[in-house]
């Protein structure tokens, strides 16, 4: 007797395989429905109306193939990762033997590096010396983000700087990797215009290269320079001059500033208890910049710092010394001679000081002095005045001026300084 499987029942069939719960973007994946009869019979042909529904990141679309004694083969082909549910009908009613809907779990394929992808605020312009973060997603061929739990080898290059091209590896360090993201941190050193190669095992990722402006960084003390009288050469300034120190405001990496960073600079000269503070101006390229100070009191041994946000810059602070300026008529002076005798000589002692006060000494410049007198020695008509004009330099500060009165009576004496451009400059 041949005896025929009934009807299809549905709580009496059920599916089976690894499709059925997980899959991997990019790959078919299948399952199978084993068809049976009430009295748990397979069945031993096909003709059932089977659909599988998906409801997940994407659409879904199941291909049913029978196979052989009521078996069916689902087949489908994921691309978008995540989860999904699936629900089964046999001939439109929903399975019950399993409950429903399934949850079926889509993960990631492989890397494909082409697409993977990076982002950062400072991707395309950075500050030299300052390390820049850039983000990394590693995806696979349908563009699902991956999460890789192991260090890739991601690789960059710089070409440039624009003309010179020269290309140079970068030394790139992975900081942190989570939910499949790579942060990447380097730090560019050259300034200009270059283009930034991000790979991952050799191949660029998408987009790269990427065009990339590097800009000098802050200024930074340990780097920056200067040179002038007071600190390089002779090391020497005069009271009342002006001297003048240029600063070159360099980064970390010796690149020199594209603009002014006055307010970070400061310039002092001081001179025992004497402080001094400079103007600093901005000369208008290259990040060079310029200092004034005027030194006021005389020393041996003074300082000058030069700061950068208040930490000195290589070498600072410099060791100068200041020498006393030109005779001053207002704070230099004389003993004044009352009286003398005809016949007998007459001597002046001059007192040289500069206009702030500071004693000349063996270091002063030329410095001029000049005496004339008046009185019953001269004949007014002929000769109205006696001109002396070798003033006695003692290079100690001190002058001397002499002449010999021989007739009786009251004179006056004028003592001029002389300022060199200037002529005479005062009188006592």
């Known amino acids: 007797v041949n005896v025929s499987c009934a009807g299809s029942n549905v709580p009496r069939s059920f599916y089976f395989g690894g499709g059925a719960t997980a899959s991997t973007a990019g790959h078919t994946a299948f399952f199978y429905i084993q068809a049976r009869d009430e009295f748990d019979n397979n069945k031993t042909n096909h003709g059932d109306n089977i659909w599988v529904v998906f409801s997940g990141p994407e659409p879904l679309h199941a291909q049913v193939e029978y196979q052989q004694?009521?078996?069916?083969?689902?087949?489908?082909?994921?691309?978008?990762?995540?989860?999904?549910?699936?629900?089964?009908?046999?001939?439109?009613?929903?399975?019950?033997?399993?409950s429903m809907p399934v949850t079926m779990n889509v993960a990631e394929d492989q890397v494909y590096f082409p697409y993977c992808t990076v982002a950062s605020g400072n991707l395309n312009k950075a500050a030299a010396g300052v390390n820049v973060s850039i983000n990394m997603d590693f995806v696979d061929v349908f563009n699902n983000s991956i999460n890789i739990a192991s260090l890739q080898d991601v690789s960059l290059q710089i070409i440039g700087p624009e003309p010179f091209n020269t290309t140079r590896d970068v030394a790139g360090l992975i900081v942190s990797l989570a939910s499949g993201d790579h942060t990447i941190t380097y730090k560019p050193i050259l300034v200009g215009n270059f283009s930034l190669h991000v790979r991952v095992s050799g191949e660029d990722v998408l987009n790269s290269p990427f065009p990339l402006e590097v800009v000098p960084g802050a200024i930074a003390s340990w780097k920056t320079t200067a040179w002038g009288n007071l600190v390089s050469g002779s090391r020497i300034g005069y009271v009342s001059s002006q001297e003048i120190i240029y600063i070159q405001a360099k980064d970390s990496e010796e690149n020199l500033l594209d603009g002014p960073t006055t307010a970070n600079i400061s310039v002092t000269l001081t001179?025992?208890?004497?402080?001094r503070y400079g103007t600093v101006t901005y000369t208008g390229s290259n990040g060079l910049h310029k200092a004034v100070i005027t030194p006021t009191k005389k020393h041996e041994t003074c300082s000058v710092n030069i700061m950068v946000r208040g930490v000195d810059i290589v070498m600072s602070p410099f060791t100068c010394k200041?020498?006393?300026?030109l005779a001053h008529w207002n704070t230099s002076y004389f003993e004044p001679i009352t009286m003398g005798t005809a016949g007998v000589n007459i001597e002046f002692d001059i007192t040289a000081k500069d206009e702030h006060d500071n004693f000349l000494d063996a270091d002063t410049p030329d410095t001029q002095f000049f005496v004339d007198v008046y009185g019953p020695n001269f004949d007014l008509a002929t000769e109205p005045y006696l001109y002396i004009s070798n003033v006695t330099?003692?290079?100690?500060?001190?002058?001397?001026?002499?002449?010999?009165?021989t007739k009786t009576g009251y004179y006056t004496t004028f003592i001029h300084v002389l300022k060199p451009g200037a002529g005479l400059y005062g009188k006592y």
């Open 69 to 98: 004694k009521g078996l069916y083969r689902i087949m489908y082909t994921p691309k978008k990762e995540g989860a999904y549910s699936m629900n089964i009908y046999m001939n439109e009613i929903l399975f019950t033997t399993q």
């Open 322 to 325: 200041i020498k006393p300026g």
């Open 271 to 275: 001179c025992g208890s004497d402080t």
């Open 393 to 405: 330099n003692s290079r100690n500060g001190s002058f001397q001026a002499d002449w010999t009165p």
